[in-house]
Nanobody, 127 residues
Framework: QVQLVESGGGLVQAGGSLRLSCAAS????????VGWFRQAPGKGREFVAA????????YYADPVKGRFTITQDNEKNTVLLQINSLKPEDTNDYYC????????????????????WGQGTQVTVSS
C-alpha cells in the first residue's frame, strides 16, 4: 500500500502563488508516477498535471500549461505542484494520486490510471 498526504493549500489572492506538496509513504517503490487532479463541489475530477517516476516526462492539462509546474523530490518521496498566477477558477480541492503502472500521454489524464489517492488540500483564490 501507498499513502499520500497533500499539503500546501490555502487562501490566496488572484495572481498569487502556491506550492502544493504530495508526500508518499509505504511501498513507494511500487509506483510509477504521480498525478494531480482537482475537483470542485458537485463536479467531477479534473486532471491537472502528472509526472513519471523517472522525472523525465511530465503532462499538463491545457488550462494550466505555463502556470503549473510539477516536479519531484525523490529523496523526500514528494511531488510538488507549483501554481503561479492563480485565478479564481483555480479554486478547488486538489488531490494527488499514484499509479502502479507507467504513465503515458494517453492515460496520465485519466483518474482510472491511478491506484492510490490522498485526502486532498483545499485551494481558494479570491478575486
Amino acid at each position: 500500500q501507498v499513502q499520500l498526504v497533500e499539503s500546501g493549500g490555502g487562501l490566496v489572492q488572484a495572481g498569487g502563488s502556491l506550492r502544493l506538496s504530495c508526500a508518499a509513504s509505504g511501498r513507494t517503490g511500487s509506483t510509477y508516477g504521480v498525478g494531480w487532479f482537482r475537483q470542485a463541489p458537485g463536479k467531477g475530477r479534473e486532471f491537472v498535471a502528472a509526472i513519471r517516476s523517472s522525472g523525465f516526462s511530465t503532462y499538463y492539462a491545457d488550462p494550466v500549461k505555463g502556470r503549473f509546474t510539477i516536479t519531484q523530490d525523490n529523496e523526500k518521496n514528494t511531488v510538488l505542484l507549483q501554481i503561479n498566477s492563480l485565478k479564481p477558477e483555480d479554486t478547488n480541492d486538489y488531490y494527488c494520486a499514484a499509479s502502479r503502472f507507467p504513465l503515458n500521454a494517453i492515460g496520465a489524464n485519466e483518474d482510472t490510471s491511478y491506484d492510490y489517492w490522498g485526502q486532498g488540500t483545499q485551494v481558494t483564490v479570491s478575486s
